[in-house]
Nanobody, 115 residues
Framework: EVQLQASGGGWVQPGGSLRLSCSTS????????MHWVRQAPGKRVEWLAS????????IHATSLGGRFTISRDNAKKTLYLNMTDLNVEDTATYYC????????RGQGTQVTVSS
């Protein structure tokens, strides 16, 4: 059974930073694409970033302006998302996913950016 558990969210002021983690199990983590997506209330799922866990190929949404960075630790089977210069529009529930659309995603973690 595929399990994806995101953590590390919380409340942060505009301009702040957070590092999200996603622990995984139930599939081969070290040779696959992994993704981060988010969903704000009333909005569609938005793809943020992808990484191939074997080749380290990275892709980030250009709309993020270089503020977010995806990474992984194959030994820990864990995916990360480092987020900097957060703004109120980044408020959403963040998920790690097995596909870019977020159809296969686990429990998310809430990020709230406000002053």
């Amino acid at each position: 059974e595929v399990q994806l558990q995101a953590s590390g969210g919380g409340w942060v002021q505009p301009g702040g930073s957070l590092r999200l983690s996603c622990s995984t199990s139930g599939f081969t983590f070290d040779n696959t694409w992994m993704h981060w997506v988010r969903q704000a209330p009333g909005k569609r799922v938005e793809w943020l970033a992808s990484i191939h866990t074997r080749t380290s190929v990275l892709i980030h949404a250009t709309s993020l302006g270089g503020r977010f960075t995806i990474s992984r630790d194959n030994a820990k089977k864990t995916l990360y998302l480092n987020m900097t210069d957060l703004n109120v529009e980044d408020t959403a529930t963040y998920y790690c996913a097995r596909d870019e659309r977020g159809d296969v995603r686990g429990q998310g973690t809430q990020v709230t950016v406000s002053s």
